[in-house]
């Protein structure tokens, strides 16, 4: 019998995700695992406790398993629940969780978050960083067409014509290029800006003009490098303009496990016309405008700025999807069959994991714990596992 995999309901305020469907767990079951879900888990994103039972799932009141999976980090109480040498895979974060990362350490749990997954080709079918980026973006969109007071498209009728709104959206990346094709869909005329030069050709293939501003920032793995103070100023400067001339701005920029890059100073929303509004993808990271409030709508001088806090949970079912397939496709590389076998030489296994047998691998989680680095490395094999291994190649050659 295979080892057990727990599904956890989430506790996080407001969150109606869920780690694994139904037909995600049918095809763990069939690879041979057993699955363990704790009551309630996919209620909110509507997937009832019996469709799991139908896929092979046993549903329990506290779950507990070899490898224990969520969406988001788990409270330090529900970590001292969690069975000792077992794995955690969730979005972590872990330089906003040290103390969650520290408690599961000192449980020997093997630590793995999707935030830290290489941005390589190999790796796009099990980037839920991506997937859910691209149910934020989608539902940026929507959240600037719902809070602004006008129209979205150009309207042509007997009582006059109505100009399209225009939509300044701010970082091209996942969650920026779906924000820009569903505003378009809307009928806004969008402009985009982005700091990495190389954005400009997805800006304008998903229906963007792009703004260069003349500063850039070109990072590694697809990310964009922080900027200097006076690129900074620079860019805001810049901006200005831009900002100003908008009806809706929809800010993007995130750099994962850090604060949120400061993008609309107070200045410019006091630039804005009356009415006008920001919607803040980036709220739960600290905000990309100076007077964002994660979950608030906050009003400046007749300018609304919308803190979107944990956008991809208001579409649970479709984000659970993705989310859930995101899951099988990284749990494959750790383990199949029913076993957890991860191969520690593996590029992607080696930089989603943040912790293994109590030593911390992510360099810049341990440097902000204060402790030393542990490289990841095949286990040594035990004495037994040698000679039980010597005993089969014996026994295999002899019959041949």
């Given at each position: 019998m295979?080892?057990?995999?727990?599904?956890?309901?989430?506790?996080r305020?407001?969150?109606?995700?869920?780690?694994?469907?139904?037909?995600?767990?049918?095809?763990?079951?069939?690879?041979?695992?057993?699955?363990?879900?704790?009551r309630g888990?996919?209620?909110?994103?509507?997937?009832?406790?019996?469709?799991?039972?139908?896929?092979?799932?046993t549903?329990?009141?506290?779950?507990?398993?070899?490898?224990?999976?969520?969406?988001?980090?788990?409270?330090?109480?529900?970590v001292?629940?969690?069975?000792?040498?077992?794995?955690?895979?969730?979005?972590?974060?872990?330089?906003?969780?040290?103390?969650?990362?520290?408690?599961?350490n000192?449980?020997?749990?093997t630590?793995v978050?999707?935030?830290?997954?290489p941005?390589?080709?190999?790796?796009?079918?099990?980037?839920?960083?991506?997937s859910?980026?691209?149910?934020?973006?989608?539902?940026?969109?929507?959240?600037?067409?719902?809070?602004?007071?006008?129209?979205?498209p150009?309207?042509?009728t007997?009582?006059g014509?109505?100009?399209?709104?225009?939509?300044?959206?701010?970082?091209?990346?996942?969650?920026?290029?779906?924000?820009?094709?569903?505003?378009?869909?809307?009928?806004?005329?969008?402009?985009?800006?982005d700091?990495?030069s190389?954005?400009?050709?997805?800006?304008?293939?998903?229906?963007?003009?792009?703004?260069?501003?003349?500063?850039?920032?070109?990072?590694?793995?697809?990310?964009?490098?922080?900027?200097?103070d006076?690129?900074?100023?620079?860019?805001?400067?810049?901006?200005?303009?831009?900002?100003?001339?908008?009806?809706?701005?929809?800010?993007?920029?995130?750099?994962?496990?850090?604060?949120?890059?400061i993008?609309?100073?107070?200045?410019?929303?006091?630039?804005?016309?009356?009415?006008?509004?920001?919607?803040?993808?980036?709220?739960?990271?600290?905000?990309?405008?100076?007077?964002?409030?994660?979950?608030?709508?906050?009003?400046?001088?007749?300018v609304?700025?919308?803190?979107?806090?944990?956008?991809?949970?208001?579409?649970?079912?479709?984000?659970?999807?993705?989310?859930?397939?995101?899951?099988?496709?990284?749990?494959?590389?750790?383990?199949?069959?029913?076993?957890?076998?991860?191969?520690?030489?593996?590029?992607?296994?080696?930089?989603?994991?943040?912790?293994?047998?109590?030593?911390?691998?992510?360099?810049?989680?341990a440097?902000?714990?204060g402790?030393?680095?542990?490289?990841?490395?095949?286990?040594?094999a035990t004495a037994?596992?040698?000679?039980?291994?010597?005993?089969?190649?014996?026994?295999?050659?002899?019959?041949?």
């Amino acid at each position: 019998m295979g080892m057990k995999i727990a599904l956890f309901r989430e506790s996080r305020p407001g969150e109606t995700r869920v780690a694994l469907t139904p037909d995600a767990v049918k095809a763990l079951v069939a690879d041979g695992w057993q699955v363990e879900v704790e009551r309630g888990a996919g209620h909110l994103a509507h997937f009832d406790d019996e469709s799991y039972v139908a896929a092979g799932a046993t549903v329990v009141g506290a779950a507990a398993g070899d490898v224990n999976l969520r969406v988001n980090a788990p409270t330090l109480d529900e970590v001292a629940t969690l069975k000792e040498g077992s794995l955690h895979l969730s979005f972590l974060s872990p330089l906003l969780a040290l103390d969650v990362v520290k408690s599961l350490n000192d449980r020997n749990v093997t630590i793995v978050s999707f935030d830290l997954l290489p941005r390589i080709s190999r790796a796009q079918y099990m980037d839920a960083l991506s997937s859910q980026s691209t149910v934020s973006g989608y539902r940026a969109a929507l959240a600037g067409a719902t809070y602004l007071d006008r129209f979205f498209p150009l309207l042509t009728t007997a009582a006059g014509t109505i100009r399209p709104a225009k939509v300044l959206v701010m970082g091209v990346g996942v969650a920026g290029l779906q924000a820009i094709a569903t505003a378009k869909r809307l009928g806004a005329r969008v402009r985009a800006y982005d700091v990495r030069s190389a954005a400009k050709e997805e800006a304008e293939s998903a229906g963007a003009t792009f703004v260069q501003l003349g500063v850039t920032a070109e990072g590694t793995g697809g990310y964009a490098r922080a900027l200097t103070d006076e690129e900074l100023r620079q860019q805001q400067d810049a901006l200005l303009s831009e900002v100003a001339g908008s009806d809706v701005i929809i800010t993007t920029a995130a750099v994962p496990g850090r604060k949120a890059p400061i993008l609309v100073t107070t200045a410019m929303v006091e630039a804005m016309a009356e009415g006008s509004l920001i919607i803040d993808m980036a709220a739960d990271g600290g905000g990309n405008c100076e007077l964002t409030k994660a979950g608030e709508v906050v009003e400046h001088q007749g300018v609304r700025v919308v803190g979107l806090s944990n956008p991809p949970a208001e579409m649970g079912t479709h984000a659970s999807f993705l989310y859930a397939n995101n899951v099988l496709k990284l749990l494959g590389l750790f383990g199949t069959k029913g076993e957890l076998a991860p191969d520690w030489s593996d590029e992607i296994v080696m930089g989603v994991t943040i912790a293994r047998d109590g030593g911390i691998a992510h360099v810049p989680t341990a440097e902000a714990l204060g402790v030393t680095p542990t490289p990841l490395t095949p286990p040594v094999a035990t004495a037994t596992e040698t000679t039980d291994a010597t005993d089969a190649t014996d026994a295999k050659e002899s019959t041949t």
